[in-house]
């Protein structure tokens, strides 16, 4: 029998320095409790940062009181369990040492019944301060470690087994604090415990064999009855909350029935387990699961798996003397969902160097999507919520892969759990980023320790990809002038550590999974240089942003995968309002430059700026064109790169998400709005996407097709001048096959009869299924693709004055969209970059920075955040908030 008594919610936070004493809630961290209680400013305004340094100088303690009945702690053992302990600790249990902890990325478990009593009893967490630890560790090396550093850092955090990027990054504050995150609880069991259960899975047509390991600890020697299901599929929740009245409805006139249907499988099995850890196994068979797919390919659907361990009179005892039910209230059970799927990295030598793909049940599948950073710079704030809400848009976007990059941290379970259910595949790192590590042997125990923990933690979710080793660690022995003069020391240092410990432990733990050395890398014993190789395996680009090289850059290079390259903007003016004062709205304010962490970030932005567009006229314009600017980056490179399909099968931006309001690379902005950037992803990540491509002196006209179904393409393309007056036409017909890139057309643009700064190119296609049509999200039987593109740099073009008019409309609901406000616009001429903005209302339009071509009428739907009832907003509401800017409204 399993008993839990949560420890979540209210503790005290003693500052150890003066013995001062406030509030925390748990889960939590240090810092946003004294945000709470008022001692400290917010510390994403202006500059307060800077003031709150001395937070992670200081050692604090969290302290909680509760009280334990003597039925609780009759049971055989008790033990304190915390998800994630940050970081460096010591935990006294009515005030006995219990255990230590150095590592974030480790659980803290122990068994606590020999220091509990009945009645009241107090916990209390001793956080030391992570810089005075770094700085300890960092003096007893033997030679230097060198890590990269930012504009306002904590040095030597690659020697702590913390969040990398708490010690501040390039689009990150530096913030070091402690805490208690994703869950704390006293467990009390009979028994053994399941410590871990994981699965492996294989495949004869339509039977699946599922092998379940299950990882026990006893408290003493004995016979052990193990028992395990799979019941489902389940809905994910988004359809479990839609059904959830009609479910409720049914219930009080149906029958009573448990919970869950009849399991597809199960086995029992009565061992001899030691005193101690044991590993035992069981086989299971479904027969013709549901399977899993990737967003955009079809469901995914998620079982349940059930295992239970409880004491048995004897060995010798039938496995089904009691039933599963019986088995599981009188032990430990464990449940975890299942997606049944065959998913494969493919990296073969063939005539372009080394391919990288993902292969789901059979199926190439382009990976479309981005960087994943951690979702706030405040623990507190990493909330299912939060987290959701940052995902759906992912995949509102047309994403079907994040990577979870190697600065943040091995991610909540409620994570894990949504891209499960979304569809969301995960491209793992291991937490190891720009910097290199030590390989002492402390070190590499603590890490085994950790990434033994993580594998079995996070292996049986569908959704997740590969396992990679770090980011850029591999890189960064060429960065450093200690790693320069002596790279054999560091080189070794690195093996170690990658190949020794993380690649070593990966493949053991699950070898049905790749594992990938590093990103970027052309993949396991291959050194290439893929910041500028584009041959082999996964390439990082950043001369666009870095060097400053033309958009037109992205071009020049043909990468297998792409998991990194990006372009900033500023952030937009409700985010500037949200940490710049009144008077500091203006690119090189002390708030604006703060709240920019790359060296040259404004700078980059400015120049890039000057270099297409012409000077904006105010500081709103200059946001936007910043934000045009990024889309614009973005697109021609997956554009160019989605149209070589399948040479190149991945394209993964910098960045989805920021931690604080900030110029960044992200597409979302820290309080989750859309970037136009991230409505441009939803055009550019389409299944079914026209690009227009501008290199070598010719136009070319490809539509690249993600899914299955064979369309017949007819595409019509309009020269005009930027009056909207047409200039010429032209056609083409080609058939576009599932799963491939097809060129619709070419000129040269001397063929074009004008001059590029007189003209533009608008496209449109129309795509009608060639055959029956595949039961998977098509837009539609048929369906239309538009394109616009300038034939040279904007700022050379004599755009014309579109005279929006614009006027607020009721919308009626209808193919799943409610009823509510929109904005209908109409052009005299044609509009650029269009973006709308509903200044202080909480929502977004459903697209912004598009085109809008002479004489076009379009209806654009608001998108409250909450219920416009229950909000209060009105049409006249939203004709107020109402901005709307387009290119030629940026400039005098």
């Excluded at 509760?66 to 010591?90: G, K, P």
Aim: charged content about 25%; overall charge negative; glycine content about 8%.
């Amino acid at each position: 029998m399993m008993e839990k008594l949560g420890l979540e919610g209210r503790w005290n936070l003693r500052r150890l320095a003066d013995g001062s004493e406030r509030p925390m809630a748990v889960p939590g961290d240090i810092l946003s409790a004294l945000l709470e209680a008022g001692e400290i400013p917010d510390p994403y305004y202006a500059d307060n940062e800077l003031g709150l340094q001395w937070i992670g100088a200081e050692d604090w303690e969290f302290r909680r009181d509760f009280t334990t009945s003597e039925a609780f702690l009759a049971h055989d053992r008790v033990f304190l369990d915390i998800e994630v302990l940050d970081t460096v600790a010591e935990l006294r249990l009515n005030g006995e040492l219990l255990g230590e902890s150095r590592n974030m990325f480790r659980r803290f478990r122990a068994d606590c019944k020999r220091l509990l009593k009945p009645g009241p009893n107090t916990l209390s967490v001793t956080i030391r301060s992570p810089e005075k630890a770094a700085a300890a560790l960092a003096a007893a090396l033997p030679y230097p470690i060198p890590a990269s550093t930012y504009p306002v850092s904590s040095p030597h955090r690659n020697l702590l087994r913390k969040a990398q990027c708490m010690a501040g990054w390039d689009w990150g504050p530096c913030l070091m604090t402690g805490g208690l995150y994703d869950g704390v609880s006293l467990v009390a069991i009979d028994g053994p415990r399941v410590d871990y259960a994981t699965t492996r899975m294989r495949r004869a047509g339509a039977t699946w064999l599922v092998e379940v390991e299950v990882e026990l600890d006893a408290d003493a020697a004995g016979p052990v009855r193990l028992e395990a299901s799979i019941t489902g599929p389940r809905a994910p929740a988004a359809t479990a909350a839609r059904a959830a009245s009609a479910v409720s409805a049914a219930r009080a006139s149906a029958p009573a029935s448990p919970d869950l249907p009849a399991p597809l499988a199960r086995e029992a099995l009565l061992v001899e387990a030691p005193a101690g850890p044991s590993r035992h196994k069981l086989d299971l068979v479904v027969e013709s699961p549901e399977l899993w797919w990737p967003a955009g390919c079809g469901a995914q659907p998620l079982y349940e798996l059930r295992v239970a361990a409880a004491p048995a009179a004897s060995v010798h005892d039938s496995p089904a003397a009691a039933s599963y039910d019986s088995a599981a209230a009188r032990g430990h059970e464990l449940t975890k969902r299942l997606g049944f799927r065959e998913l494969r990295v493919v990296a073969e030598e063939d005539e372009a160097g080394r391919s990288m793909k993902f292969v789901a049940n059979g199926r190439e599948v382009f990976a479309k999507g981005a960087n994943w950073i951690p979702a706030d710079a405040l623990p507190s704030r990493w909330t299912r919520g939060r987290i959701a809400g940052l995902l759906r848009s992912a995949v509102e976007a047309n994403m079907n892969c994040l990577r979870v990059w190697g600065g943040g941290r091995y991610e909540s379970d409620s994570f894990y759990e949504l891209c499960d259910e979304l569809g969301l595949l995960v491209w793992q790192d291991c937490m190891f980023s720009c910097a290199l590590y030590p390989s002492s042997p402390d070190f590499l125990a603590e890490v085994e320790a950790e990434i033994r923990h993580q594998v079995r933690r996070l292996k049986d979710h569908p959704a997740l990809g590969l396992w990679c080793g770090n980011n850029e660690a591999l890189g960064a022995i060429t960065w450093y002038e200690e790693s320069k003069k002596s790279p054999a020391r560091y080189i070794v240092d690195y093996d170690r550590l990658t190949e020794g410990v993380l690649g070593r432990v990966a493949r053991e733990l699950d070898p049905d999974r790749a594992w990938w050395p590093s990103s970027p890398s052309a993949g396991p014993n291959d050194f290439s240089d893929n910041w500028h190789s584009d041959g082999r395996g996964d390439m990082h680009y950043w001369a666009v942003w870095h060097e400053g090289k033309p958009f037109a850059d992205y071009l020049e290079v043909r990468p297998r995968f792409c998991s990194e390259f990006g372009f900033q903007s500023l952030p937009s003016a409700r985010t500037v309002a949200s940490f710049a004062p009144d008077g500091e709205r203006n690119v090189t304010s002390p708030a604006m430059e703060h709240h920019q962490r790359h060296p040259r970030g404004n700078t980059l932005i400015v120049e890039t700026m000057l270099r297409y567009f012409r000077m904006p006229s105010g500081f709103r314009e200059t946001l936007y064109l910043s934000e045009v600017q990024q889309a614009l980056a973005i697109k021609t490179a997956v554009e160019y790169w989605r149209s070589l399909r399948p040479r190149c099968m991945g394209t993964l931006y910098w960045q989805l998400n920021d931690v604080w309001p900030v110029a960044s690379w992200s597409s979302l902005e820290y309080d989750g709005g859309w970037k136009l950037l991230h409505y441009e992803a939803r055009r550019f990540y389409d299944e079914l996407l026209l690009a227009l491509v501008l290199k070598d002196g010719a136009v070319r006209a490809v539509a690249v097709n993600d899914g299955r179904t064979a369309y017949a393409g007819r595409l019509g393309l309009a020269l005009r001048r930027f009056d909207g007056s047409l200039v010429a036409e032209f056609s083409a017909t080609a058939d576009l096959a599932g799963e491939a890139a097809t060129l619709l057309w070419e000129a040269p643009l001397s063929d074009l009869g004008l001059r590029p700064t007189e003209v533009f190119l608008e496209a449109r296609l129309t795509a009608t299924p060639a055959g029956p049509v595949s039961p998977e999200p098509a837009g539609g039987p048929g369906r239309e693709r538009r394109a616009t593109l300038f034939l040279t740099e904007p700022k050379k073009c004599a755009l014309a004055d579109p005279r929006l008019e614009s006027r607020i409309v009721t919308l009626g609901g209808g193919a799943g969209a409610p009823a509510g406000l929109g904005v209908e616009l109409i052009a005299a001429a044609p509009a650029f970059f269009v973006k709308l903005e509903a200044e202080g209302l909480a929502g977004r339009f459903e697209d912004s920075g598009f085109h809008l071509a002479a004489g076009e009428r379009r209806f654009i739907r608001f998108l409250p955040a909450t219920d416009l009832g229950a909000a209060g907003a009105t049409a006249a509401d939203l004709g107020a908030a109402l901005r709307i800017l387009h290119l030629r409204a940026s400039y005098e």
